[in-house]
């Protein structure tokens, strides 16, 4: 995926003519969407197609299961448009392994979760996701998913995978995380939903966050 406005839009609405109609609006500021189990149960698997036309898709299905059904997941995500796949990394290696081999087989990324962004995190993520993190990298991922509420965590864990993978980084706005910080601390993209999609001016609102990531990168 490539790197330019550092904006991804979290499309949790669950219409399909909502989507399209904030994808339209939003497309110019946004490097993808990122598309998940609240759309796709709403509106069906072809929403991907539908959305790939404004922007590279993330099928954020946040893949967790034995290594035949993460492929068989994976394949039916990349045929049905999407750019990229969102996969756990808690299941292990091999699990991770088959997400991997299946995006390269369609020329497609995986990004693994290394730590989520919400309070409950603590409970279980937090001591594994430098082991996930080192564990993306082995495997050969394109990134890691890395939490924007956390800043020092983002720091943590972009010193752990270095440069060469990317960070993907939700939190921002309604979970109460800040753009311009998650940036600062390593973050390549911030993924930004609510603030967007539920704001009468979703343009407007998409074109301030890309503002506000260029006041920390130029
Ligand atoms: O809080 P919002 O509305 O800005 O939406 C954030 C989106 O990022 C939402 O789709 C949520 O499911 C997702 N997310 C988190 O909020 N926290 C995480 O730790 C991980 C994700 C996520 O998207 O992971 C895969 C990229």
């Given amino acids: 995926m490539i790197k330019n406005k550092g ?19 939003t497309c110019d500021s946004v490097d993808a969407i990122k598309v998940g189990y609240p759309l796709v ?26 290594p035949n059904t993460n492929k068989l997941i994976c394949e039916h995500v990349f045929k049905a448009g999407a750019d990229s796949v969102i996969s756990h990394g808690f299941p ?6 088959s997400c991997i081999e299946t995006a390269e087989e369609f020329g497609k990324e995986v990004y693994v979760v290394a730590e989520m962004s919400h309070p409950g995190a603590t409970d279980f993520f937090l001591p594994v996701a430098e082991s996930i ?10 990134g890691v998913v890395a ?3 956390r800043p020092d965590s983002l720091k943590r864990i972009r010193n752990i995978i270095g440069n060469e ?14 753009a311009s910080d998650a940036i600062s601390s390593g973050a ?7 603030s967007i999609y539920k704001s ?8 301030s966050i890309v503002a506000e990531i260029e006041s920390v990168t130029r």
Avoid: H, N
Wanted: proline share 4%; with cysteine.
């Fill in 7 to 25: 904006l991804i839009l979290s499309m949790d609405v669950v219409e399909k003519q909502k989507a399209i109609m904030i994808a339209e609006e």
């Fill in 41 to 66: 149960l709403g509106a069906g698997i072809g929403i991907i197609g539908e959305l790939a036309r404004y922007a590279p898709v993330i099928a954020d299905f946040k893949v967790a299961d034995i």
């Fill in 92 to 97: 292990g290696r091999d699990s991770l392994s």
């Fill in 133 to 142: 993190a080192e564990m993306a990298v082995e495997c050969g991922a394109a």
């Fill in 147 to 149: 939490p924007a509420t």
């Fill in 165 to 178: 993978l990317k960070i993907m980084s939700p939190g921002v706005g309604a979970q109460g995380g800040k």
């Fill in 188 to 194: 390549d993209w911030i993924i930004v939903g609510r």
């Fill in 200 to 207: 009468q001016y979703p343009k407007k609102v998409a074109e």
